[in-house]
């Protein structure tokens, strides 16, 4: 481990700098020998993270960072395409809407943009949320095959203080419903009197995925009154889909 935390450091370093580095620069950053510095490098170079240019005897990206960076703007630019959506969104429902990805069994929170109703609920950027009991963690989560949704959950599900799935046979089942009307709900599964409702999108390699979520307290709406805010979470979702070419969203 201590190797890969070294291995880290050399490459922020590459990153703050934003030039090549030198073995000497790498010793005095990790406050490690120049020949131990120099077997790091040379072991991350035969990775392909990194590569000596032969003129100056420096390192910079290798191919495999370079693949890793690519891989991950074009999930940014996913989430820009979401993103230029959600202000619109909000203002038509009149409550917050949110974006986010899956990191394992949980969702990661990375926008949100508040609505116009007097009684908001949010939650901020950088949040983690557990994906079985969050509306876009379970849209998300609906992307995969019930087999990979086993494999992420061994152990059952984990517990939670809403009123979230108990199950794992459960969560499939969830799944399999929110697969048919395209979009997912979270009701009061994490927070008392919150409902949420939530689309997903990929890309055309469906290697990316991003989901965009609309949560609302439930006082705010009559029985049924939420129709109106699925139909344009849904209206939301064909326009993005067609945008980006998630042909689920007719793109």
Same mark, same amino acid.
């Given at each position: 481990m201590?190797?890969?935390?070294?291995?880290?450091?050399?490459?922020?370093?590459?990153?703050?700098?934003?030039?090549?580095?030198?073995?000497?620069?790498?010793?005095?950053?990790?406050?490690?020998?120049?020949?131990?510095?120099?077997?790091?490098?040379?072991?991350?170079?035969?990775?392909?993270?990194?590569?000596?240019? #032969?003129?100056?005897?420096?390192?910079? #990206?290798g191919i495999l960072a370079v693949q890793l960076a690519a891989g991950f703007h074009r999930h940014f630019d996913l989430v820009d395409q979401v993103g230029q959506e959600m202000a619109e969104l909000s203002a038509q429902t009149g409550h917050t809407a949110w974006a986010g990805i899956l990191s394992g069994t949980e969702v990661v929170v990375l926008k949100t943009v508040r609505g116009t109703h007097p009684i908001q609920f949010t939650v901020e950027p950088g949040r983690r949320l557990p994906a079985h009991a969050a509306a876009m963690g379970k849209a998300l989560l609906a992307l995969k095959s019930d087999g990979d949704v086993r494999a992420l959950f061994p152990l059952g599900l984990p517990t939670t203080a809403g009123a979230a799935l108990g199950s794992v046979d459960d969560l499939i089942a969830e799944l399999g419903l929110t697969r048919l009307r395209r979009y997912a709900v979270s009701n009061q599964e994490l927070f008392n009197g919150v409902r949420a409702i939530s689309v997903a999108f990929q890309d055309t390699d469906k290697e990316k995925a991003v989901a965009l979520s609309v949560s609302y307290p439930l006082f705010s709406v009559q029985d049924g009154g939420d129709q109106a805010i699925v139909d344009t979470l849904l209206l939301t979702a064909s326009r993005i889909g067609a945008k980006i070419g998630d042909a689920r969203w007719g793109g």
């Open positions: 201590k190797s890969i935390e070294k291995a880290v450091e050399a490459l922020r370093l590459m990153a703050m700098s934003g030039r090549e580095i030198s073995v000497a620069e790498t010793g005095r950053h990790l406050n490690v020998t120049r020949s131990t510095a120099s077997r790091l490098l040379a072991t991350m170079g035969r990775g392909g993270l990194i590569e000596q240019n #032969p003129s100056t005897q420096r390192y910079r #990206p």
